[in-house]
């Protein structure tokens, strides 16, 4: 008889200030919390017989499954068949003071449409497509890790659904009520082979889950020239992280004068892309 475990981790918290809807967007990385986070989760692991390791290739996955990958000796194997759910509001705002200004993704009359069916979702990548993805990667651990036990470091809502398709529970559900906090674990235990329970447990819920300040989590390159710009100029930059993050490899950076102008350029490109 073989036991095997399969733990479904949630990445930790991440750097956002601005309460965007990262979704897939690339250069989201884990806020000071959040690699304390990682570090605690590895810790509460360390003494489990832990022989597979696998992530989805967004930032803040990866560095979730530094720690463990240090700890086990293990590598982390990029699986994008546990990477967040694709969603139509990427990149937008749901936080509080955009939906009272009517800004962000519930300000835009067009966006209403999406929301016209939670079932499915309308506005996203369908509940049972990823609960299957989700499965075939949580079976490719259950076989690597045969009787021992995997991690996969993997997003909030593809752990929820995975969970409610094995439980037998309906996929479509009411986001507030979800059991899946950051850096949670979603234990899945397999008797030969055969999906038998499922256990949640909050390792690190004693972290609070907090952004860094919002100095800290500029783009070098915007931190750099800070103390030169003005400050509405800085403010515009800062709110076009995704065009910053996207000169920062930029040989141009080195000179402060060319390094301005590649940001302006950067900001300006980003803005053209939002208004189509």
Request: charged letters at 20%; a negative charge.
């Amino acid at each position: 008889m073989s036991i095997t475990v399969v733990h479904l981790l949630r990445h930790g918290k991440v750097q956002n200030p601005a309460d965007i809807l990262y979704g897939r967007l690339p250069g989201y990385r884990l806020a000071s919390s959040g690699r304390a986070m990682a570090a605690g989760v590895a810790d509460h692991l360390a003494g489990s017989d832990v022989t597979y390791l696998a992530a989805s290739s967004l930032q803040r996955a990866q560095e979730t499954a530094a720690p463990l990958a240090a700890i086990f000796g293990l590598p982390v194997l990029t699986d994008d068949r546990v990477i967040e759910a694709a969603n139509d509001f990427e990149g937008l705002s749901f936080s509080l003071a955009t939906i009272r200004s009517r800004q962000g993704a519930l300000g835009n009359a067009r966006n209403l449409a999406k929301f016209r069916d939670p079932r499915r979702p309308s506005w996203g990548e369908p509940y049972l497509e990823i609960a299957h993805r989700m499965l075939a990667a949580i079976y490719t651990a259950v076989n690597a890790a045969d009787g021992h036990e995997a991690v996969l470091v993997s997003h909030q809502l593809p752990i929820v659904t995975v969970r409610r398709f094995l439980q037998g529970q309906r996929l479509w559900h009411d986001p507030r009520h979800r059991e899946c906090s950051v850096a949670s674990l979603t234990s899945l235990t397999f008797r030969d082979g055969v999906f038998e329970s499922a256990r949640y447990s909050e390792p690190v819920a004693a972290i609070p889950a907090v952004n860094d300040p919002v100095d800290d989590s500029l783009p070098a390159a915007v931190a750099v020239l800070t103390a030169a710009k003005d400050p509405e100029v800085v403010a515009d930059t800062v709110l076009q992280v995704k065009a910053s993050d996207a000169v920062l490899t930029d040989p141009a950076l080195t000179d402060p004068a060319l390094a301005d102008a590649a940001l302006s350029d950067a900001v300006a490109r980003a803005k053209g892309d939002a208004a189509t």
